[in-house]
């Protein structure tokens, strides 16, 4: 039997609070699928599973959060599914 070892172990002292947001699309009567699913694509970086997995989801619950992450990173985002005629909102 080897004797035992003791090891040293870092505590984490500070606690960072991250503020996550939540970039959320909603159901409109207006845009196609096609129209949602390409705007994920581009504007959240979507892969075309996720855009529309998240398209469905809109459509059948009436809102989905499309993206998580950081008040400065979601406006843009926000901004530009806006310009595109698409109804969204950064939450917290």
Same mark, same amino acid.
Request: aromatic share 6%.
């Given at each position: 039997?080897?004797?035992?070892?003791?090891?040293? /172990?870092?505590?984490? *002292?500070? @606690? $960072? =609070? %991250?503020?996550?947001?939540?970039?959320?699309?909603?159901?409109?009567? /207006?845009?196609?699928? *096609?129209? @949602? $699913? =390409? %705007?994920?694509?581009?504007?959240?970086?979507?892969?075309?599973?996720?855009?529309?997995?998240?398209?469905?989801? $809109?459509?059948?619950?009436?809102?989905?959060?499309?993206?998580?992450?950081?008040?400065?990173?979601?406006?843009?985002?926000?901004?530009?599914?806006?310009?595109?005629?698409?109804?969204?909102?950064?939450?917290?």
């Amino acid at each position: 039997m080897q004797p035992f070892e003791e090891t040293s /172990v870092d505590v984490l *002292d500070e @606690v $960072i =609070e %991250t503020d996550v947001h939540n970039l959320v699309v909603f159901n409109d009567d /207006v845009n196609t699928f *096609d129209h @949602v $699913i =390409e %705007t994920l694509i581009d504007v959240c970086g979507h892969t075309p599973e996720q855009a529309e997995q998240c398209t469905l989801l $809109i459509h059948f619950k009436g809102k989905c959060t499309v993206k998580n992450g950081s008040w400065e990173e979601l406006v843009p985002m926000r901004n530009e599914i806006c310009r595109r005629g698409i109804s969204a909102e950064v939450l917290h």
